[in-house]
């Protein structure tokens, strides 16, 4: 069974940053390019940033490029996701997901809280 669980979530104010992470297990984490996607009240699931199985090639959406970082430990089964310069636009559920939106391989975690405000 595939199990990703997501921790790291909170509270900051804008300006600051928070790391997120996710541990996997159920499957061969090394084989599978992972993902952190977004969700805000009232919009569409977002796909936030993409990064593939050996973790040399990441892909990030315009609104975070450049704050957020995407990264992996194949040895821990672990990807985490580095959130500098937070806006409250950044406001959202953040999943950690096997595959990206729309892939055969998708499953996603139960999310984690992250709210941006003064």
């Known amino acids: 069974e595939v199990q990703l669980v997501e921790s790291g979530g909170g509270l900051v104010q804008p300006g600051g940053s928070l790391r997120l992470s996710c541990v996997a297990s159920g499957f061969t984490f090394r084989e599978y390019s992972m993902s952190w996607v977004r969700q805000?009240?009232?919009?569409?699931?977002?796909?936030?940033?993409?990064?593939?199985?050996?973790?040399?090639?990441?892909?990030?959406?315009?609104?975070?490029k450049g704050r957020f970082t995407i990264s992996r430990d194949n040895a821990k089964n672990t990807l985490y996701l580095q959130m500098n310069t937070l806006k409250p636009e950044d406001t959202a559920v953040y999943y950690c997901a096997r595959g990206f939106i729309g892939s055969p391989s998708w499953n996603r975690g139960q999310g984690t809280q992250v709210t941006v405000s003064s």
């Open 40 to 64: 805000a009240p009232g919009k569409r699931l977002e796909q936030v940033s993409l990064i593939n199985g050996d973790g040399g090639s990441t892909t990030y959406a315009d609104s975070v």
